[in-house]
């Protein structure tokens, strides 16, 4: 298996540009989870899905992120208008349920100028 | 408030010697502790889970322990080698709508 995979791997963009994120979790995991990490902050939950329904959004920052699992092998996380504070590392994960043991993609390194 | 502190903050260590980096929780209730490993670039990869009930697992070199009662958790690398540098992150799971909770982890760099 592949393990979950992400794209782009880097992302520079300017500040209120339309950020894309892709996510193609491990086939047969039913729980998808994006994760934003920062210095300060560390990694936080942003919101996951549970057979591609969102369960907890609580952990979006506010209405320019979004985040859709159109299918079981897909997912994408949205910035718009994008900030310099965005910038950060994005991460997927998936599992079968909880998310302590989800198994994390390489991340996309964002860079908001 | 839910939070998880980890100790120290960064550390540097020959290789060959051992280490314990900490995790101290205020999560509850519990339900279980995980400790992850991130390599420089990566996403992070679980090397153990810790239930309430379980006082001691080990993985190869690194051995967790967890003490509910304290609500203290450590990881202890034995002989360390260089690829054991990473970040090391505590993630403590509470039950029910109790949220899952990120330390921001230990930066250990194992030198030659």
């Known amino acids: 298996d592949a393990g979950v995979i992400q794209s782009p791997r880097h992302e520079v963009t300017e500040m209120g540009q339309e950020v894309t994120l892709r996510c193609k979790p491990i086939s047969g995991h039913n729980s998808l989870f994006w994760y934003r990490q920062t210095m300060m902050r560390g990694l936080e939950l942003l919101i996951y899905?549970?057979?591609?329904?969102?369960?907890?959004d609580s952990g979006m920052p506010e209405d320019r992120f979004s985040a859709k699992m159109p299918n079981a092998s897909f997912s994408t996380l949205k910035i718009q208008p994008s900030e310099p504070r965005d910038s950060a590392v994005y991460f997927c994960?998936?599992?079968?349920?909880?998310?302590?043991?989800?198994?994390f993609g390489q991340g996309t390194r964002l860079t908001v100028v | 408030k839910n939070q998880v502190e980890q100790s120290p903050q960064s550390l540097i260590i020959l290789e060959g010697k051992n280490c314990t980096l900490q995790?101290?929780?205020?999560?509850?209730?519990?339900?279980?502790l995980r400790w992850y490993k991130q390599d420089t670039g990566r996403g992070p990869v679980s090397l153990t889970i810790?239930?309430?009930?379980?006082n001691t697992k080990s993985n190869g070199r690194y051995t967790a322990t967890l003490d509910a009662d304290t609500k203290q958790s450590s990881l202890h690398i034995t002989a360390s080698q260089l690829s054991d540098s990473a970040s090391y992150i505590c993630?403590?799971?509470?039950?029910?709508?109790?949220?899952?909770?990120f330390g921001k982890g230990t930066r250990l760099s194992v030198i030659a």
């Open positions: 810790m239930t309430f009930s379980e």
């Open positions: 994960a998936s599992s079968r349920g909880q998310p302590e043991g989800a198994f």
């Open positions: 995790c101290n929780y205020t999560v509850s209730p519990f339900s279980n």
């Open positions: 899905f549970n057979n591609n329904v969102p369960i907890d």
């Open positions: 993630v403590v799971r509470g039950s029910g709508n109790t949220p899952l909770v």
